[in-house]
Structure formats: structure tokens, C-alpha cells
């Protein structure tokens, strides 16, 4: 993936020391380039000290941002003083990507003339102009602090993912592949409120994934069957199986690049099973696994969310099924799905299963194609999405999965999930009427997660 990247602006006043701009600039570009981003910098001669005070050098540094539109993610203002409003202003009038507001402290000891700062009386200023006109910004957890305090780290990694969200969730496509399942109201979303936030619904119907599928000859496969066995272990299920699922495959992705695509959500039921004795999960894993989240039960919504936490945290992300209490501990959580998750979140190589409910309705070979595995323990965010009275909601929060035991003969694939809020998650989803589907990716990314879809993108959501 490309490296996410900054504009750097330094802010300045004048009557304090130049040398404070000097040293921002290197401390700010060594903590860049030690956390793993990329940055882009005017020249410290084109302006005073490379910074940004008057006027004049505010429309410069506006032309600079325009001069590199699209080689940056997100603009982080510097302030090594107290800085300038009105070259701020000028300079940002257009930014159309998420700024970082830091702000440096002042240390006692070092309060006089020549060495005060005032820079946290400057970021509340700063922020007061950027809000009067309407140009949205993004906090650090300390409001006064040194680029190299450890908490800025946090606040880069933290940044870095809501600038990503934003550029990819913007505006996107999402393919809905087949027609939502009878009896799966659930799933039920507003394509007209997600349209007006620029989310756009390409709905595809079987009939023409089937058409392209028959027209596949057997010698279009070899390359995804190869691909097929290299997510999963087939064991002895014929290579029909296989073949069926590299159609699939094959199609999906070129409804992808057809479309141009970012997410899909798959009727996977019962279409597929009848039709081609095939459950889709395996196929959706490939997708998953390469960045393309793919929702299962055609659930458009949550593939909103699989798309955010994937931009986030730059990992696959999978769709699981809030499914059972464990035990009587309130902190816990059984979640599953058939699967349609992703290799890397599988502590070894899967294996084909079938699908039990298509075998018990349809009879055996139905339903092969659902990967099972042993999932491993880590740290996650999930979060959910729905459309209701013309809004665009979600919830996030973060937990971890855990190394509990379910049993050996568990259908499906699942894995416990465990946090301190656990209880209060699942009263507020069946309080607001969340469907039973959660996106869920490695690593803590909530507060990313909110701050880019509540601020920057003003979509309804709620941090648990």
C-alpha cells in the first residue's frame, strides 16, 4: 500500500525566536520518518524561517498545496509558536483533507522572552479561525506537545488511519451481488441516503454472474484454482468444487474492475448452493484477504464498515456473526460465520468445509466451500453500520479475541470475543437496532474510526 503522507505547515509570529521554527521542522520530519510516513515540505528559504505568518506567505503555501494535490493525505499544522491566523486562513482556505492540530509546550525554566512559546494559546486561536470558517481539524490527545513525546506516536498512527478513511470512503462504489434474501430484512438499507453521502450502490443480479460464470471454459481456471488451494485445504471434495469456485471468483472480480468496485456484498444464499452446489465463502475469503472486503448475506451496510476498517488499520478485516453468550461471563462474546474470513486472520492454513444447513436442506456436496479455522487472539476493533431515516450510523469499539475452547464440534468457525463493554455493546445493538454482523480488524482503530466519520465524513456514529 502507499505510504500515507503529510503536508507539513509550520505556523509563525514573528517578534518570537526563528530558531523555534528550525528545530520543529527537523524534530517533525525525524518523528515522520521514524513512525513511517511520508511528508511533503515547503523549502525553508520560501518563506521566513519556512513558515507561515503573513498573508503573502499564506497564499504561498496555499499555492504549494495546490502545486502537490494528491501527494498528501492530510496536512498537519505545526505550531513551534503561538502562529498566525490570517496566514493560516489564507493557506487553508481550500484543504479538502483531514489537519492535525499540534501545538508545542512550554517548559518552566524556559519562560522568558527568548525562549517562551505561547503555542497553546496560539492552537486555541488557530482552532477558533479554522472553525469560524468551516475548515474541519482533528486533535491531539495532549493539546500542547513535542513531536517526539511518545503520545504523538499514537497520535500519528491515529491520524494517519482517519486521513485514509476519509480519501477511500469520500466517495466509492459498493457492488451488491444479488438481491437481498427473502427472508433477510435485517439486511434492508437506504441506497438513497448512502447515494447523497457518495456511497454508491452498483446492484448486479445472479442471473448475469451465472451467465458469465457458464461462459468460463475449464482451461480460464487453472490460475484461481491455484489461488483457491493456496487459501484453503480441500481435502477430497471433488475438483467440480473447485472449479465452481474459481468461476465464481473470476467473475466477481471482473464485476470488481467493471464497476470499478471497493466493496461487495454477495447474496450467498441459496442461489449459489442450488445452482452450483457451492457455498461462495472461499472466493470472498481471496477477495477479503486482497483488500476488496466482501460482505456476506448481501449485507451492503456493514461492507461500508468492512471498508473502514480495512483503510484503517491497512490489514483484511472479516464479517462475523454476533452469535452467542459464553458461559455466564458478561465480558464475552461468541462470534462466528461460516466463513468467508480472510487467511491472515487464521493462526494456519484453512480448510473447505460444508456448509451443515445446506447439507440438512438440500442434501450432501450442497454447500462446500465455507473455510474453517482456528482464528487467532488478538486485539480488534469492530463495528457496525445501518442506514435508518435517511442517516448513515455506525458503532465501533475495541476488544480482543480470545484462546477459549468452543466445542469440537462447533459448527462453522468462531472465536470468543472479550471486553469490559461487552455487555453494554450488546444492549446498544439490540437498543438501536443493529443487524447481527459486525466488520471486525486487527488493531485498535476506534477512535481513528469515529473521528473520521463523525468529523470529516458527518456520518451518526457512536464510540462504545
Known amino acids: 500500500m502507499k505510504k500515507t503522507t503529510f503536508a507539513l505547515y509550520f505556523g509563525n509570529r514573528g517578534f518570537f525566536p526563528g530558531e523555534l521554527i528550525a528545530s520543529a521542522r527537523d524534530e517533525m520530519t525525524k518523528t515522520l520518518e521514524k513512525s ?17 505568518e503573513t498573508l503573502e ?66 492552537k486555541i486561536a488557530m482552532c477558533n479561525v479554522l472553525r469560524q470558517a468551516g475548515i474541519k481539524y482533528t ?103 473447485k472449479e465452481n469456485l474459481a468461476r465464481l471468483l473470476i467473475v466477481l472480480e471482473k464485476i470488481k474492475k467493471q464497476y470499478n468496485l471497493q466493496a461487495l456484498a454477495v447474496r450467498c444464499w441459496d ?10 465463502c472461499a472466493a470472498m475469503s481471496v477477495l ?15 461492507a461500508v464498515m468492512m471498508y473502514a476498517l480495512d483503510c484503517a488499520s491497512e490489514n483484511p ?9 459464553y458461559n455466564g461471563d458478561m465480558n464475552k462474546t461468541v462470534l462466528f460465520h461460516c466463513s468467508a474470513i480472510p487467511q491472515s486472520f487464521f493462526t494456519e492454513k484453512g480448510k473447505i468445509s460444508e456448509h451443515l444447513m445446506f447439507k440438512k436442506s438440500y442434501g450432501e456436496g450442497t454447500g462446500v466451500g465455507i473455510v474453517k479455522g482456528k482464528i487467532m487472539p488478538c486485539e480488534v476493533t469492530i463495528g457496525s453500520f445501518k442506514t435508518e431515516d435517511g442517516h448513515l450510523c455506525a458503532f465501533t469499539t475495541e476488544g480482543k479475541l480470545t484462546n477459549d475452547k468452543l466445542d469440537d464440534e462447533f459448527f462453522g468457525c468462531g472465536t470468543v470475543f472479550e471486553s469490559a463493554k461487552n455487555a453494554e455493546l450488546l444492549e446498544y445493538m439490540c437498543k438501536n437496532g443493529y443487524r447481527h454482523h459486525v466488520a471486525i480488524a486487527k488493531g485498535n482503530w476506534a477512535k481513528a474510526v469515529k473521528e473520521a466519520m463523525e468529523n470529516y465524513l458527518e456520518y451518526d456514529i457512536d464510540l462504545i
Open 57 to 122: 506567505e499564506g497564499e504561498f503555501y496555499n499555492n504549494f498545496l495546490k502545486k502537490h494535490e494528491g501527494e498528501y493525505d492530510g496536512i498537519i499544522i505545526c505550531l513551534p509558536n503561538f502562529g498566525d491566523e490570517n496566514g493560516a486562513y489564507a493557506a487553508l482556505k481550500d484543504a479538502d483533507v483531514p489537519i492535525l492540530v499540534q501545538a508545542y509546550p512550554d517548559e518552566v525554566g524556559k519562560m522568558d522572552f527568548a525562549h517562551r512559546r505561547d503555542a497553546l494559546c496560539g
Open 139 to 241: 486533535l491531539t490527545s495532549k493539546t500542547a506537545v513535542s513531536p517526539s513525546d511518545e503520545s504523538f506516536a499514537e497520535d500519528l498512527r491515529q491520524f494517519g488511519a482517519v486521513c485514509r478513511i476519509v480519501k477511500n470512503l469520500k466517495s466509492f462504489n459498493i457492488g451488491a451481488i444479488g438481491a437481498r434474501t427473502t427472508a433477510f430484512k435485517t439486511v434492508r438499507f437506504d441506497e438513497i441516503a448512502m447515494q447523497r453521502k457518495k456511497v454508491n450502490v452498483e446492484t448486479i443480479d445472479l442471473s448475469y454472474v451465472f451467465s458469465m460464470m457458464n461462459e468460463l471454459k475449464k482451461e480460464d481456471l487453472t490460475e484461481k484454482i491455484s489461488v483457491l488451494e493456496n487459501t484453503a485445504s480441500f481435502g477430497n471434495y471433488p475438483d467440480v468444487k
Open 317 to 325: 478485516v472479516m464479517l462475523l456473526d454476533v452469535n452467542n453468550n
Open 271 to 280: 442461489e449459489l448452493e442450488k445452482t452450483y452446489n457451492i457455498a461462495p
Open 288 to 302: 477479503n484477504e486482497r483488500h476488496i472486503p466482501s460482505a456476506c448475506e448481501l449485507d451492503v451496510n456493514n
Open 36 to 52: 513511517g510516513f511520508g511528508y511533503i515540505i515547503s523549502d525553508e528559504n520560501s518563506t521566513r524561517y519556512g513558515a507561515v
